[in-house]
């Protein structure tokens, strides 16, 4: 048991460094089973998905050396076909990017979905439309996800993607870069992250061109022979830093970033009022007065990202005015609100939308992490907060924050976490 306790009423100044993109890490780390040779990856996020996916690695036999806190060399000449522990694939989302690397490396893919879900509740309908076009068999059998290429292995395919879908490119990516022949994936997501993996790929010897637009074509090559790549910045945790110094009020610049895959956060921020600086890598943003109502919708990339949506709700909550916010995206991401109004926030949800009457205090009491983003806008809402916050299952939040206790004492906020073992506790204060 992992929780927070925040004390609001501070002031954040000051810099705080951006750590790299979790959600392309999560598909390099799996694309690295494809290489046959060494991969040099830095800018690797020190967080609990990467953790967990590095030691599925190993158990599948890869040679992992670390070097400092977020540099790895991976080999994977050597890994075995073998099933990923289900233990530690349910305790991870982006397990499902193991499919797509597995049946591109072996021909033969069996992997646990995350939680025990099925297509129903976490679908995968467009991952497998993806693998089924270059040829493969797929079923699901006794919660495991079991896929097949053909006795001859994959062959180029031409698949359209019903939705735009993150996960189902970045997977098709992975099962195209080894097969035979041009695969070509139209409708596809244009995330910063997908642009990533691409670029990781082909840094590694693979021929993918068209990564960012909605057209992508993969003329499969034998083998990839390992290399040295770099992560992106994260764009999300950049946005959270960002609309924390919006929220909470003060002057913070968020280092090491690309200020263009932010313009859609920046512009929103500079609606409600934020006065917001670009630099070459990095972006200041100053908040000295009350935030102005707004309205947002997610939508993909180069949308506004549904990864922000709850964080920029903090935004609302306390703005003068009435905000909207419509989810784009997912069905199921408004579960936050409640804990919001446990603290003083006015948030009504009507289907996709969540009406946001904004109040001018919040109040600390206890609430719960529901979910990653939705646990960094609980630290956001309690920075904001009068009094002291307690925020349960905050171990959601470290599965994409870096250190943010860490980068949060840096600028002014103050964080404890306390993390329970079987009837002991231990305290860390930030």
């Known amino acids: 048991m992992i929780k927070y306790i925040v004390q609001g009423g501070s002031r954040l100044s000051g810099h705080v460094n951006i750590s790299g993109a979790k959600n392309a890490a999560v ?25 967990l996916l590095l030691e599925i690695l190993r158990n599948m036999g890869a040679s992992i050396r670390r070097f400092g806190r977020n540099t790895l060399e991976i080999d994977c000449s050597h890994v075995r076909n073998a099933t990923a522990p289900i233990d530690l ?12 690397a597995e049946l591109g490396r072996f021909g033969h893919a069996r992997v646990a979905m ?61 099962a195209a870069v080894l097969c035979s022949g041009m695969t070509i994936i139209e409708n596809c997501a244009k995330e910063p992250h997908i642009v ?20 992508i074509k993969i003329r499969g090559v034998e ?21 924390a110094a919006a929220a909470v009020g003060g002057d ?27 630099y070459d890598d990095s972006i200041r943003v100053e908040a000295e007065r009350r935030l102005r109502r707004s309205n947002v919708k997610t939508m993909p990339y180069p949308g506004f990202p549904t990864d922000m949506q709850p964080q920029i709700a903090v935004c609302m909550a306390l703005a003068e005015g009435t905000s909207l916010v419509t989810e784009g ?67 959601y939040i470290e599965r994409g924050y870096e250190d943010i206790i860490g980068k949060f004492a840096a600028i002014g906020g103050k964080i404890r976490r306390i993390e329970t073992f079987e009837g002991s506790s231990q305290d860390a204060a930030g």
């Not at 946001?356 to 719960?368: K, N, P, S």
């Open 223 to 243: 083998r990839l022979t390992g290399g040295s790549y770099t992560i992106i910045p994260d764009q999300i945790e950049a946005g959270t830093y960002m609309a």
């Open 27 to 51: 598909a390099i780390l799996p694309a690295s089973l494809l290489v046959d040779g060494v991969c040099r990856i830095e800018n690797v996020p020190d967080i609990s998905d990467v953790r």
């Open 196 to 215: 990533d993996l691409a670029n990781f790929l082909n840094a590694m010897g693979a021929k993918i061109s068209g990564a960012g637009t909605d057209v």
């Open 114 to 174: 995350p939680g025990g879900c099925n297509f129903g509740v976490r679908p995968i309908d467009q991952h497998i439309k993806g693998f089924e076009a270059m040829g493969a068999s797929v079923e699901q059998l006794g919660g495991y996800v079991c896929a097949d290429a053909p006795e001859g292995g994959l062959q180029g395919g031409h698949v359209y993607l019903d939705i735009v879908s993150v996960g189902a490119t970045m997977n098709i990516l992975l």
């Open 89 to 100: 694939v349910r305790r991870i989302r982006a397990s499902y990017y193991l499919i797509g």
């Open 329 to 395: 995206i997912y069905d199921n991401r408004f579960r936050y609100t409640a804990e919001l109004n446990r603290m003083g926030a006015s948030i009504q949800v009507e289907s996709k939308t969540a009406v946001i009457d904004g109040v001018t205090q919040l109040h600390g009491c206890e609430v719960r992490a529901c979910d990653l983003r939705a646990g960094a806008a609980m630290v956001i809402a309690a920075l904001c907060a009068e009094g002291t916050t307690t925020i349960e299952d905050a171990h």
């Open 252 to 278: 913070v610049t968020v280092d090491n970033v690309i200020p263009k895959h932010l313009d859609c956060i920046t512009a929103k921020l500079r609606e409600m009022g934020a006065k917001v600086t670009e």
